[in-house]
């Protein structure tokens, strides 16, 4: 599997889309603004106030989500000028994802995105698309001040080598061997080591970077908080295995290209590599199902909520955004819809039975002199 070619949210904006069924996206996005305002905070407290200001988001997909967060960081440094009494700069917003992204959904809601600005009498903005992957160079050196990243660098930039022997699982789970966990952990390493070298050549000396990854509170990469949403669509799978839907073979030689690190580990990665120092490491909890408990609606549709009591198709959704065209590129476009499907039931089954959680963890990172 070539991770760069297929690894991409589902576009559009279609009952499928990662445009409609990434709300667990924002709801991480806005349990970190404190982090992220703290940083803004450091970033203009410690410099000279820049008349340029550079923000780059990594991994900035497409849909509500992708202007949410660059909205909520130019407003705080808007009310940051306000209290200091000082002009608002120019903003030079890069969105980086790979290229299979939907850029064009991106361009499209521009004006209205510009336009919101102007009535808020924020500076002049400037967007532009820096499609590749970030496990390596993007922007040149020492030109970028901010750099945000949420629930994107938890993926790998290949499947781990050497974990032929993982079979029956599509990722780490309590039956993966030894091996495949260490293979795991090391290909984490090597590419989220070689994210800080690339950013640390092209982040300017006091600049910051708030990174949100999908991780997990545990020490034990195989535990059930990271990897048992993974486990239940193992399970679907191999169903279809056993009826002879999908081949054996096919089912052994699918993983998925994802690391869910603990903090400590993005803490060791953080200090062995060198370039940043570690403001604030946090963990974060949100439940499968978006729509589950005292989150705050208010801003969507109310055809959006015709599936609210199914948990089992909110989170089934969620997932098939993030995962069919990874699915697709390895067994076909036949069997997606009956996977999830069956995958919904598997879902539904679990979450009536326990409270299921994503753990997040979440690092403020300032670039050393």
């Given at each position: 599997m070539e991770v760069e070619q297929v690894l991409h949210m589902n576009g559009g904006i279609g009952e499928a889309s990662y445009a409609n069924n990434s709300l667990v996206q924002q709801k991480v996005i806005s349990l970190t603004r404190p982090i992220r305002e703290e940083a803004i905070t450091k970033l203009c407290y410690n410099k000279k106030f820049p008349r340029s200001l550079s923000i780059a988001d990594l991994g900035c997909s497409s849909g509500p989500n992708t202007f949410f967060v660059v909205s909520e960081i130019i407003k705080a440094v808007e009310n940051l000028c306000r209290e200091l009494n000082q002009d608002s700069p120019e903003y030079?917003?890069?969105?980086?994802?790979?290229?299979?992204?939907?850029?064009?959904?991106?361009?499209?809601?521009?004006?209205?995105?510009?336009?919101?600005?102007?009535?808020?009498?924020?500076?002049?903005?400037?967007?532009?698309?820096?499609?590749?992957?970030?496990?390596?160079?993007?922007?040149?050196?020492?030109?970028?001040?901010?750099?945000?990243?949420?629930?994107?660098?938890?993926?790998?930039?290949?499947?781990?080598?050497?974990?032929e022997n993982n079979k029956g699982n599509i990722y780490m789970s309590s039956t993966s061997p030894l091996n495949v966990l260490n293979a795991y952990y090391e290909q984490f390493q090597r590419d989220f080591s070689f994210f800080l070298k690339c950013r640390g050549e092209e982040v300017v000396e006091g600049g910051v970077m708030v990174l949100t990854f999908l991780g997990r509170r545990s020490d034990d990469p195989s535990s059930k908080e990271c990897c048992y949403i993974w486990e239940l669509m193992a399970a679907a799978l191999n169903d279809m295995v056993l009826e002879g839907i999908i081949k054996e073979e096919q089912m052994d030689g699918f993983n998925i290209p994802q690391y869910t690190p603990s903090p400590s580990e993005v803490k060791l990665q953080v200090q062995a590599e060198g370039s940043f120092t570690v403001n604030r490491l946090e963990v974060s909890e949100v439940n499968w199902n978006a729509y589950d408990t005292n989150w705050n609606v208010t801003d969507f549709e109310s055809e959006e909520f015709e599936s609210l009591s199914d948990g089992g198709y909110n989170v089934a959704q969620c997932m098939r955004a993030v995962a069919e065209p990874l699915l697709v590129s390895h067994f076909g476009e036949d069997i997606i819809e009956e996977v999830f499907s069956r995958y919904q039931s598997l879902l539904a089954e679990s979450m009536s039975k326990e409270k299921t959680k994503f753990f997040n963890v979440t690092v403020s990172l300032t670039r050393n002199a």
């Open positions: 030079n917003v890069f969105m980086n994802d790979l290229p299979g992204n939907d850029f064009n959904n991106i361009f499209r809601s521009l004006d209205s995105f510009k336009n919101e600005l102007e009535k808020n009498s924020c500076g002049p903005c400037y967007l532009f698309g820096a499609p590749g992957s970030f496990y390596g160079r993007l922007f040149p050196n020492t030109s970028i001040h901010f750099v945000h990243a949420s629930y994107s660098l938890q993926w790998l930039s290949k499947v781990p080598e050497g974990i």
